[in-house]
């Protein structure tokens, strides 16, 4: 199978220059600790503000990563394959921005060869580049939909969402268990009717 590799720009990087230094960030959650009226001088908060910020590097990491980083390689011997390829159920966990409590859901993603076509794995990785981010639903969608079309360059390109928004759930309403579903089509999914409809019936079918 001959593959081809793309090459990607170099993602802007003008956020590095005004980067808190980690004791600067460490300082912030002791901060934040105080304003809720906890004492981070107590045994079991000393360590907190440093736990704190290594689990945000991993759960923000997808800020240190670009799409380009893991979607630069693909695959033209397709056999003459020219159908949908589905990959459904991705979980991932992202933040809302406005309020940076968890979203956690599931992306199915699919797209229509023009005679190249991904690693599969390489879906769930983009997925989690951006889940790893603050984020909007909406825009999550739309990212991971522009990213793979704009490498691939594919007929085709549909993305649809569904996930539980936390700042619905544990704040303000507190509807625990409301879903919410964004969708993104291009090419020929936004084109074919019978196709969106195939791609949304399997998507979301359940056993």
Known sequence: MESVVKKFPEAADDRESDRPSRAEAEAAVATLLRWIGEDPTREGLLETPSRVVKAYEELFGGYRLEAGDVLGR???????????????????????????????????????????????????????????????????????????????????????????????????????????????????FAEDGELKTRFLAQASSRK
């Open 74 to 188: 693909t695959f033209q011997d397709v056999s003459g394959y020219d159908d949908m390829v589905l990959v459904r159920d991705i979980d991932f966990h992202s933040h809302c921005e406005h309020h940076m409590v968890p979203i956690i859901g599931k992306a199915h993603v699919a797209y229509v060869p023009d005679g190249r076509v991904l690693g599969l794995s390489k879906i769930a990785r983009v997925v989690d580049i951006y889940g790893r981010r603050l984020q909007t639903q909406e825009s999550m969608t739309a990212q991971i939909a522009s990213a793979i079309a704009g490498m691939l360059v594919p007929k085709g390109i549909a993305v649809m969402i569904e996930a539980e928004h936390m700042c619905m759930s544990m704040r303000g309403i507190r509807s625990k268990g409301s879903m919410t579903i964004t969708s993104a089509f291009q090419g020929v």
